[in-house]
């Protein structure tokens, strides 16, 4: 049982020391889905590399440009409006969580982004999902799945003024 145990321990510890090591975990991270360098640097960190051999692999990842943030920036924007309908504060969030600097976000170009339409269609597929459901209900449904998306305040006033008008019967 002892010998399993330290087999274990050697297995776990491979040499930190060793760039391409460290070049080759970062390229598979990088292969199973884009990541940001704060993401990497993380990653490589908890895997036990040193500060200095993690700048190394960064500052090459980033020459060979398999790494560049404003690009991912650009990519998870793209994403997070059309696949996962967030709102401006949602991606904010996004782009934060996935380690995206607070400095390339504001540059980003986030506030030009209208998300009135895209906060209207989000809510009128909820609202489909509940056709028999009382206004008021249905109202602060939308609401609170709106919020969660990230959309902002006025933003939701204005669909929730503009669902409640399409569901009066024309006559």
Not at 49 to 58: C, D, G, K, Q, S
Not at 79 to 93: E, F
Not at 94 to 114: H, Q, Y
């Amino acid at each position: 049982m002892k010998k399993y145990s330290r087999m274990n321990k050697l297995r776990k510890s491979p040499s930190k020391d060793s760039l391409s090591d460290a070049k080759r975990y970062a390229l598979k991270l990088i292969t199973i889905r884009p990541r940001s360098e704060q993401e990497l640097r993380d990653r490589l960190q908890r895997r036990g590399y040193t500060a200095t051999l993690i700048e190394r692999v960064i500052e090459t990842l980033r020459e060979l440009d398999l790494i560049n943030d404003r690009a991912l920036a650009e990519q998870l924007i793209n994403y997070g409006l059309h696949n996962k309908g967030l709102g401006i504060l949602g991606l904010r969030a996004f782009l934060l969580k996935r380690g995206i600097d607070r400095e390339l976000i504001d540059s980003a170009g986030l506030n030009n982004i209208d998300e009135y339409p895209m906060a209207l269609e989000t809510a009128k597929r909820i609202k489909n999902k509940y056709p028999d459901t009382p206004v008021d209900k249905l109202k602060r449904k939308l609401q609170g799945y709106l919020q969660r998306r990230g959309y902002s305040y006025d933003t939701i006033k204005q669909v929730l003024k503009n669902i409640r008008y399409e569901n009066k019967d024309p006559d």
